[in-house]
C-alpha cells in the first residue's frame, strides 16, 4: 500500500461486536482475567491498551518498521529508549537536538552515568575520532531543529555500523511521509507525535519505532516499569490525527515554499533556513534523501532583537506559542523558548542566534499567511 492508503488502513479493523469502523476508546485501566494470568492480551493499561496496539502498528507500517511502542510523550519515547542503555554508556550527538532533548541528557541522565557528547559536523573523520570513546549510540535530529540542516542518515548509519554503534534518529520535523530512516538502516527513530503525527495541536505523545525484536521487547518493559505509557484516549487522538497527515503535509510543505518565496526577495529579510531552498546548504542531501522539505522554516531578519520580538509578537495569524507541526500557523523565538535550555555560549556555538525566528507553518490561506507576515514587517 502507498503511504495515504496505509495511514487511514494499516492497523484498522472493524471492531468485532458492534461493527463499528472505527475503533472504540478503551478508557479502562485494568482487564478481566479468565483465570489467573490468563488475558486477552491486556492486563493494566501501563503495559498495554488495545488503542496503543492499534496506533503503534499504523506508525510502524508509516515508517516501514516491524514494530513500535508508543509512550506519553516524545521525551517519554527518549527516555524508554535511554533507559535500554547503562551506567558508563556513552552517547555521541551532532549539534542540532531539540533542547529538550539536550536537556534530558545533560541535566536527568547524565547523573546515572549516562554521557551525551556533541560534534559539530559529522564528517567521516569527526565520526572517526568520536567513535575512539566506544559509544553506544550515534543520535541526530534531521533536518534540524532550528536550522534545518540536513545529515546524511545512509552515511552516517554506514560508518556507525562499521564501528558497532546504533544510530537513533528524532524524524518529529520531516515525518515517515516525507522520510523514512529505517530504510537507510538506522536502529530506531523516534517522534514527538506531538507534532505532525497528531496534527491538531490537542495531544501529547511520542514513540519508538525499530526493526529489532529486542529493542521494541526492551521498549515495552520500559513503558511498564517506568510508567511511561499514554492515556487511551490520546492514542485515539492520534490514531484519527494520523489518517489526514499525508494531506497534511503537502499543504504545509506548499504553504512554507510560498512564504519562503515571498521572504527571499523582502529587504528587511537577512537569512533563512528551509531545506527546500536552493542556496541553503543542504538542498542537495534533502533533494537526494527526502520526498519533501516540510513545513519549518527558520529567518534571521535584519532587525534589532527588540524590532524582532516585536514582529513575532504581533503576527495574528501566526501564534506566538511552543511547538509545531499543528493546522494552526506557530512563530517561536528558540533562544528565549525551544532552545533555551541550551547554555547561551553553546547555542551560539550551534548557530542560532539571538535573532533567529522558527515558523511552523500551518495549513490555512497561504494568501492569508503572506498578508500577515507582510503587514507585521510593515509595521516594523
Ligand atoms: N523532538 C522534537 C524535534 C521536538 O520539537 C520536541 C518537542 O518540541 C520533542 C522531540 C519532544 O517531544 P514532546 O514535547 O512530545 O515530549
Redesign the pocket.
Known amino acids: 500500500m502507498k503511504f495515504a492508503t496505509k495511514a487511514i488502513h494499516a492497523g484498522n479493523e472493524a471492531e468485532p461486536v458492534t461493527g463499528a469502523i472505527m475503533p472504540p476508546i478503551y478508557m479502562t485501566s485494568t482487564f478481566v482475567q479468565e483465570a489467573p494470568g490468563e488475558t486477552k492480551g491486556y492486563d493494566y493499561t501501563r503495559a498495554g491498551n488495545p488503542n496503543f496496539t492499534i496506533l503503534e502498528k499504523l506508525l510502524a507500517s508509516l515508517e516501514n518498521g516491524k514494530y513500535a511502542t508508543v509512550f506519553?510523550?516524545?521525551?517519554?519515547?527518549?527516555t524508554g529508549l535511554i533507559s535500554t542503555l547503562s551506567s558508563g554508556d556513552k552517547v555521541v550527538g551532532i549539534n542540532g537536538?531539540?533542547?529538550?532533548?539536550y536537556r534530558l541528557f545533560n541535566s536527568v541522565f547524565k547523573r546515572y552515568g549516562i554521557t551525551f557528547t556533541s560534534i559539530a559536523h559529522p564528517t567521516p573523520e569527526a565520526l572517526k575520532i568520536a567513535f575512539k570513546e566506544k559509544p553506544k549510540w550515534l543520535f541526530f535530529?534531521t533536518p534540524t531543529?532550528p536550522l534545518l540542516e540536513v545529515f546524511d542518515i545512509a552515511e552516517l548509519t554506514k560508518i556507525a555500523k562499521e564501528h558497532g554503534v546504533l544510530t537513533i534518529v528524532?524524524n518529529?520535523?520531516a515525518t515517515a511521509y516525507f522520510q523514512t530512516p529505517l530504510d537507510y538502516g538506522v536502529d530506531a527513530v523516534?517522534?514527538?507525535?506531538?507534532?505532525y503525527v497528531g496534527g491538531h495541536s490537542d495531544v501529547?505523545?511520542?514513540v519508538a519505532i525499530t526493526n529489532n525484536e529486542k529493542l521494541k521487547h526492551d521498549l515495552d518493559f520500559a513503558r511498564m516499569a517506568i510508567g511511561l505509557n499514554p492515556s487511551p484516549f490520546d492514542t485515539w487522538l492520534l490514531t484519527r490525527g494520523v489518517k489526514t497527515l499525508a494531506i497534511r503535509m503537502e499543504q504545509h510543505q506548499k504553504n512554507a515554499l510560498a512564504i519562503v518565496s515571498f521572504l527571499e526577495s523582502h529587504p528587511k529579510v537577512k537569512k533563512i533556513f528551509y531545506p527546500g531552498l536552493k542556496t541553503h546548504s543542504s538542498y542537495h542531501l534533502a533533494k537526494k534523501q527526502m520526498r519533501g522539505y516540510g513545513g519549518m522554516i527558520s529567518v534571521e531578519f535584519n532587525l534589532t532583537l527588540e524590532m524582532t520580538k516585536k514582529l513575532i509578537s504581533s503576527l495574528k495569524l501566526f501564534s506566538l506559542a511552543?511547538?509545531?507541526?499543528g493546522v494552526e500557523s506557530l512563530v517561536c523565538h528558540p533562544a528565549t523558548m525551544?532552545h533555551a535550555s541550551i547554555p547561551d555560549d553553546e547555542r551560539h556555538l550551534y548557530g542560532i542566534s539571538d535573532g533567529l525566528v522558527r515558523f511552523s507553518v500551518g495549513i490555512e490561506d497561504c494568501e492569508d499567511l503572506i498578508k500577515d507576515l507582510s503587514e507585521g514587517l510593515k509595521a516594523v
Do not use: M
Not at 506519553?72 to 527518549?78: E, I, K, N, P, R
Not at 523516534?190 to 507534532?195: E, G, L, Q, R, V
Open positions: 506519553s510523550s516524545g521525551l517519554g519515547a527518549l537536538v531539540y533542547g529538550g532533548t535530529e531543529n528524532d518529529t520535523f523516534w517522534h514527538s507525535t506531538t507534532k501529547i505523545g511520542g511552543e511547538s509545531l507541526g525551544t
